[in-house]
T-cell receptor, first 108, second 116 residues
Framework: KNEVEQSPQNLTAQEGEFITINCSYS?????LHWLQQHPGGGIVSLFM???GKKKHGRLIATINIQEKHSSLHITASHPRDSAVYIC??????????FGAGTTVTVRA | GAVVSQHPSWVICKSGTSVKIECRSL??????MFWYRQFPKQSLMLMAT?????????EQGVEKDKFLINHASLTLSTLTVTSAHPEDSSFYIC????????????FGPGTRLLVL
């Protein structure tokens, strides 16, 4: 069983819809990243969380340390949000373990 | 924001040759850099942790003699795929942690390797 589980694996939404991606993990962590990977392969770190909630533009990330769960929300989704979103947890020795990713497709 | 570059972005080589990939932190010093590999439609897998001035730490199953890592300065780490074979064809990504900020990682754009 993977240390980091993401759901759903794939998600298709209409432009403007609210999107939620979930991440559960089974190990102790010092932080959690939400990453975005576009078709060309480049990776951007959207958020790094160790508690609570962060917001950047239309993106919101939350984490519940006790429940070992994090969510990434996209409000008013747009076709340019189409990408693979990856949850990655940071262990106490700063190594990242990755979820399998969620492929998001937003249709106009 | 912090920028990490990788060079080359694409490389095609013949089986048996060696390929060097560079990872640079452009505007910060990185005591630690990480090398990942990603096969098509799979998630990233950590290959090794590269610490400036010391030997890299390899993950289980990663051959250290095949994937040579050198982290000679606080802004440069190199990964050399020695005697590359077609099964080494993959997307290689590095990340760098600013010194003293271990949880923070900035990712390079990746290097796509195709071994013929």
């Amino acid at each position: 069983k993977n240390e980091v589980e993401q759901s759903p694996q794939n998600l298709t939404a209409q432009e403007g819809e609210f999107i939620t991606i979930n991440c559960s993990y089974s190990v102790g962590i010092s932080a959690l990243h939400w990453l975005q990977q576009h078709p060309g392969g480049g990776i951007v770190s959207l958020f790094m969380l160790s508690s609570g909630k962060k917001k950047h533009g239309r993106l919101i990330a939350t984490i519940n340390i006790q429940e070992k769960h994090s969510s990434l929300h996209i409000t008013a989704s747009h076709p340019r949000d189409s990408a693979v979103y990856i949850c990655a947890v940071v262990s106490n020795d700063y190594k990242l373990s990755f979820g399998a990713g969620t492929t998001v497709t937003v249709r106009a | 924001g912090a920028v990490v570059s990788q060079h080359p972005s694409w490389v095609i080589c013949k089986s048996g040759t060696s390929v060097k990939i560079e990872c640079r932190s452009l505007d910060f010093q990185a005591t630690t850099m990480f090398w990942y590999r990603q096969f098509p439609k799979q998630s990233l897998m950590l290959m090794a942790t590269s610490n400036e001035g010391s030997k890299a730490t390899y993950e289980q199953g990663v051959e250290k003699d095949k994937f040579l890592i050198n982290h000679a300065s606080l802004t440069l780490s190199t990964l050399t795929v020695t005697s590359a074979h077609p099964e080494d064809s993959s997307f290689y990504i590095c990340s760098a942690s600013p010194s003293g900020m271990g949880e923070t990682q900035y990712f390079g754009p990746g290097t796509r390797l195709l071994v013929l």
